[in-house]
């Protein structure tokens, strides 16, 4: 299995409150995505980097924020969470062949 | 409508047949890809094919370019092949942030 975690694995926070949500990888892959799965969607792109201080939107990108300072480790923010930013979220690494490897994902809850 | 669609979209049977799932998507790519999302959550990569067909196991994925369709066989089904399954679609940019994902087809295998 690659190398990939996030933290928190849970989390319950209330509406208004900021939340970061770490990726980390061991395997040293420059491409790293943030994906929301909600029921009835398909994994929805959030936010992705090429490499490190290098980010850019995806689809659902609106109220959440990015950074990645190293190459192993890729933020998600949420600036002020609201009740639609409840999901489960997964980070994910690229390989140079297009393969994407996921992390066990966190589960928010934004009551 | 979805440019990725799978069915169907639940599916049930009996340890040992023969399962087919289909994915038929609506854009141009260069490359389809399986994923399984165990009941637990974690999404696991299965195959990544540009043309024709690939086997790992009792899986076999298909793909006809032509008419924009893919197939995951699993043959010989097995309770522990309950899952998720997931069609994702990409376009071929080297990162890979363009990939579309089919909302899934729960797979259950009674013993």
């Known amino acids: 299995d690659a190398g990939i975690t996030q933290s928190p694995r849970h989390k319950v926070t209330e509406t208004g409150t900021p939340v970061t949500l770490r990726c980390h990888q061991t395997?040293?892959?420059?491409?790293m995505y943030w994906y929301r799965q909600d029921p009835g969607h398909g994994l929805r792109l959030i936010h992705y980097?090429?490499?490190?201080?290098?980010?850019d939107k995806g689809e659902v990108s609106d109220g959440y924020s990015v950074s990645r300072s190293k190459t192993e480790d890729f933020l998600l923010t949420l600036e002020s969470a609201t009740s639609s930013q409840t999901s489960v979220y997964f980070c994910?690494?690229?390989?140079?062949?297009?393969?994407?490897?996921f992390g066990p994902g966190t589960r928010l809850l934004v009551l | 409508k979805n440019e990725v669609e799978q069915s169907p979209q639940n599916l049930t049977a009996q340890e040992g047949e023969f399962i087919t799932i289909n994915c038929s998507y609506s854009?141009?790519?260069?490359?389809l890809h399986w994923l399984q999302q165990h009941p637990g959550g974690g999404i696991v990569s299965l195959f990544m094919?540009?043309?024709g067909k690939k086997k790992h196991g009792r899986l076999i994925a298909t793909i006809n370019i032509q008419e924009k369709h893919s197939s995951l066989h699993i043959t010989a089904s097995h309770p522990r092949d309950s899952a998720v399954y997931i069609c994702?679609?990409?376009?071929?940019?080297?990162?890979?942030?363009?990939?579309?994902f089919g909302a899934g087809t729960r797979l259950t295998v009674k013993p």
């Open positions: 994910a690494i690229g390989d140079l062949v297009g393969t994407q490897y």
């Open positions: 854009v141009g790519i260069s490359a």
């Open positions: 994702a679609v990409s376009s071929g940019l080297r990162n890979n942030n363009d990939m579309r």
């Open positions: 980097s090429y490499g490190v201080k290098d980010t």
């Open positions: 094919l540009s043309s």
């Open positions: 395997e040293n892959h420059r491409y």
